[in-house]
């Protein structure tokens, strides 16, 4: 067995690194470089051996030959795992092993995991067993075997579906209306910039990974027939660019779109440019441009970066939650990906549907979504809504005296009338409607510039929405699009009822 010492004399009679490497995407790096980095779709690669050292700098260059099968076939973020996992076990280890890592090196790392890091040992298996396939030193053949007789359990896959995990999961009923209506509420104050609007919308809408709509350009959206090209990923192609799923945008969010890219050819973007451009997403813009002009996702974000800037101005106008004590609703990409699963699954989408809509080559990864009772979760959502209702406001306007009152008394297209109970106007449009496609009045009863007038026939809307509630009482997700409206509906008419106390109360001290 060699010594630590012997190890590094002999890595450079041993083991020659090829002076170019290409990777899937087809960039390229000099793989004997102590730092790797490349560009991988709109991702960027990095992976810095130089973070090896006390002895195990000398198993980097037979590290760096096991990794390189998977650069050539895989995609950035697998190599970047098992590059990970090797790291993880090595800063286990207390001291460097004075010769190859052997099979109770690894045992002994095992035990030492937590039962939410097992899956690493999944993760270092399968960089372990190339390793020795290979031939290279550094590992000795019986880590393999060890390894392929013990029963290494990966992470757990889809249990924040199943358990309907508050944090993680997909989010309830409940939750999707608030947020639906609090998103809208914080762009129209502009709280929210446009592309995060839009992007909650396309996550809701297609269920897609982040990385997908990284990759997105402005060419994939079609404003004649509102149908958006989403670029595949996991499919094993050089890049997600090359596979499109279709879908269908309604005509309210399609307007936006069409609006949002009427802005940006305005500043000089073009078909190919990135649907949610670097430039726009980031304040400050890029750190390091890895990416030439000529490149195809140059000008992109990565997954990384879109992710974490639209998680963190999405935690700023978040609405609370019954399931976590009322605190805000924690929101991630992924969250918006298994809530469209769920949802199609609740619906009574098929197994090969779900499959499709959501990417996925087989029908393994989507039966989490049909395992799940429509019973328990039924229960879950009447239980935690009534308790959230209270909280999350779903009036968001301004209550007024009447039209003179209002912000453009009386101006064209300001007038809300639902001509089904009424030829009275229940209130006034702050925007005058202008851009707005929504179904009048019963979205306006949940947008923050609606004026309500305080002597309007608000009881009548409210007995049509909860007449029409009732004729889909056989549907539980129809007869709950309008559950949102009807709370809005009713906060309006009990402000009113409270005007018109307050009033009486006030004649009565005059008259006393």
């Not at 078909?271 to 890029?286: E, K």
């Not at 996702?297 to 399931?323: D, K, N, Q, V």
């Not at 009447?402 to 030829?423: C, L, N, Q, W, Y």
């Amino acid at each position: 067995m060699l010594q630590t010492n012997e190890l590094r004399s002999s890595t450079a009679l041993v083991i020659t690194l090829p002076k170019r490497v290409f990777t899937r995407s087809k960039s390229s790096f000099d793989p004997n470089d102590d730092v790797w980095e490349w560009a991988d779709g709109p991702a960027d690669a990095y992976i810095d051996f130089r973070r090896y050292n006390n002895g195990f700098e000398a198993f980097v260059p037979w590290l760096k030959h096991a990794l390189l099968p998977f650069v050539k076939g895989h995609s950035s973020a697998h190599v970047m795992n098992l590059n990970g996992a090797f790291t993880h076990f090595v800063d286990a280890m207390p001291t460097c092993p004075e010769g190859a890592i052997g099979a109770q090196h690894i045992s002994n790392y095992a035990a030492k995991l937590g039962a939410h890091e097992i899956g690493r040992l999944g993760t270092l298996n399968g960089l372990l067993q190339k390793w020795v396939n290979l031939g290279l030193p550094g590992v000795e053949p019986e880590c393999a075997t060890y390894l392929l007789e013990r029963k290494k359990p990966g992470n757990e896959k889809g249990k924040a579906v199943r358990t309907r995990d508050p944090v993680a999961g997909p989010l309830s009923e409940e939750e999707y209306t608030a947020l639906y209506s609090a998103v809208n509420a914080a762009y129209g104050r502009g709280e929210l910039p446009l592309w995060t609007l839009l992007l909650t919308r396309l996550l809701l809408a297609c269920g897609g990974r982040i990385s997908q709509y990284a990759s997105l350009k402005l060419c994939d959206f079609d404003s004649t027939t509102l149908v958006l090209s989403l670029p595949q990923a996991k499919t094993g192609l050089e890049h997600a660019r090359i596979s499109f799923l279709a879908f269908d945008i309604s005509p309210q969010t399609g307007r936006l779109i069409a609006d949002y890219i009427s802005g940006l050819r305005e500043e000089e973007y073009d078909d190919n440019s990135a649907f949610f451009p670097q430039a726009l997403v980031m304040p400050r813009g890029p750190r390091k441009q890895r990416r030439a002009i000529d490149d195809l996702f140059y000008g992109h974000c990565t997954p990384e970066t879109l992710s974490a800037w639209f998680s963190t101005l999405m935690t700023e106008i978040a609405p609370p939650t019954s399931r976590l004590d009322f605190a805000p609703t924690p929101l991630t990409a992924q969250r918006f990906r298994y809530t469209f699963g769920t949802r199609l699954a609740e619906e009574g989408a098929s197994k090969v549907i779900i499959a499709n809509r959501m990417g996925h080559a087989d029908l393994q990864q989507v039966d989490v979504y049909v395992a799940a009772s429509p019973k328990i979760v039924e229960n879950i959502d009447r239980a935690m809504g009534a308790m959230l209702a209270p909280l999350a406001q779903a009036f968001k306007g301004q209550l007024v005296l009447d039209e003179e009152h209002t912000t453009h008394k009386g101006a064209p297209g300001s007038r809300i009338i639902d001509f089904r109970v009424s030829k009275d106007p229940v209130g006034s449009c702050a925007g005058q409607g202008k851009s707005c496609a929504f179904n009048k009045p019963v979205a306006c009863y949940g947008c923050f510039r609606f004026e309500p007038w305080l002597d309007a026939p608000h009881e009548k809307v409210l007995e049509r929405l909860e007449s029409e509630r009732e004729n889909w009482s056989a549907d539980d997700r129809m007869a709950a699009v309008n559950d949102e409206p009807i709370r809005a509906v009713k906060e309006v008419i009990a402000l009113c009822a409270q005007v018109w106390q307050q009033r009486a109360e006030q004649e009565s001290e005059a008259v006393s």
